[in-house]
């Protein structure tokens, strides 16, 4: 008898340190907030749409960053959109992405590309404070 109960207890300890670790891991990860993008910096050209180009909008270079689950682009920074969460997806060192749009009281935007790691290519729609919707197409590399 002596025998079965140290045996129990011993697999009942066990289970108990698997099971906190576990959920000690997963407490750490939630905290992290981190994406599959995480750490990268992207410079990019954002070319308008010929409809785009037609409301007077015209090319701009821009650094995008990926950090704790967060996707900022410095120039939209400046006009009141700051961090937003994204997510992405992919096998093999492709990489789908997007930004999950964040209601905002001026300017708003909406991101999606692809990336191989080296390169990204995407799209941006742009909600200006003045009710017009401007759409880019993004192509740059890594920094």
Same mark, same amino acid.
């Given at each position: 008898?002596?025998?079965?109960?140290?045996?129990?207890?011993?697999?009942?300890?066990?289970?108990?340190?698997?099971?906190?670790?576990?959920?000690?891991?997963?407490?750490?990860?939630?905290?992290?907030?981190?994406?599959?993008?995480?750490?990268?910096?992207?410079?990019?050209?954002?070319?308008?749409?010929?409809?785009?180009?037609?409301?007077?909008?015209? @090319?701009?270079?821009? &650094?995008?960053? !990926?950090?704790?689950?967060?996707? $900022?682009? =410095?120039?939209? /920074?400046?006009?009141?959109?700051?961090?937003?969460?994204? @997510?992405?997806?992919? &096998?093999?060192? !492709?990489?789908?992405?997007?930004? $999950?749009? =964040?209601?905002? /009281?001026?300017?708003?935007?909406?991101?999606?590309?692809?990336t191989n790691g080296r390169n990204i290519d995407g799209n941006l729609k742009w909600f200006t404070h003045d009710g017009r919707t401007l759409y880019y197409t993004i192509k740059g590399r890594r920094r």
């Amino acid at each position: 008898m002596i025998r079965y109960n140290s045996i129990f207890a011993s697999v009942a300890l066990g289970l108990i340190a698997f099971f906190s670790a576990d959920a000690s891991a997963a407490d750490r990860s939630a905290a992290k907030e981190t994406g599959i993008l995480d750490g990268t910096v992207w410079m990019v050209d954002l070319i308008p749409t010929r409809q785009t180009s037609d409301k007077g909008a015209e @090319s701009f270079k821009d &650094a995008l960053t !990926f950090s704790r689950g967060y996707f $900022v682009s =410095a120039t939209l /920074k400046k006009s009141g959109i700051g961090p937003m969460r994204y @997510s992405a997806d992919g &096998a093999n060192g !492709f990489f789908n992405w997007r930004t $999950v749009p =964040a209601m905002r /009281k001026s300017d708003a935007a909406e991101w999606a590309g692809v990336t191989n790691g080296r390169n990204i290519d995407g799209n941006l729609k742009w909600f200006t404070h003045d009710g017009r919707t401007l759409y880019y197409t993004i192509k740059g590399r890594r920094r």
